[in-house]
Nanobody
Framework: QVRVVESGGGSVQPGGSLRLSCVAS????????MGWFRQAPGKEREFVSA????????YYADSVKGRFTISRENLKNTVYLQMNNLKPEDTGVYYC???????????????WGQGTQVTVSS
């Protein structure tokens, strides 16, 4: 079974940028859809972005469109989330998820990482 590990989180000021990475520590991500979700303190987990196995289909939450970009390098078993113009409301733990088909709902993803913290504050 594939396992994934997120990295790249941190603390930035509003307007700053971060790039999150999700790497398969075991197994392969080549044929899997990948999703990014986040959870802010006291809130439910929410969808952020997702990509099909070949990167041809991508989805974004309305709140991040135009600011975040999802991409993948299958030869490196890695998926990225480039986050620009970060806002305080982007604060939360960001999770990478693996699934058979690209969807915007978490229920279709079968493997989740441990998450990486993103804090946007002045």
């Amino acid at each position: 079974q594939v396992r994934v590990v997120e990295s790249g989180g941190g603390s930035v000021q509003p307007g700053g940028s971060l790039r999150l990475s999700c790497v398969a520590s075991s197994g392969s991500l080549v044929t899997d859809a990948m999703g990014w979700f986040r959870q802010a303190p006291g809130k439910e987990r929410e969808f952020v972005s997702a990509t099909s196995w070949n990167g041809y289909t991508t989805y974004y939450a309305d709140s991040v469109k135009g600011r975040f970009t999802i991409s993948r390098e299958n030869l490196k078993n890695t998926v990225y989330l480039q986050m620009n113009n970060l806002k305080p409301e982007d604060t939360g733990v960001y999770y990478c998820a693996v699934g058979p088909v690209v969807r915007t709902t978490g229920e279709t993803y079968t493997t989740w990482g441990q998450g990486t913290q993103v804090t946007v504050s002045s």
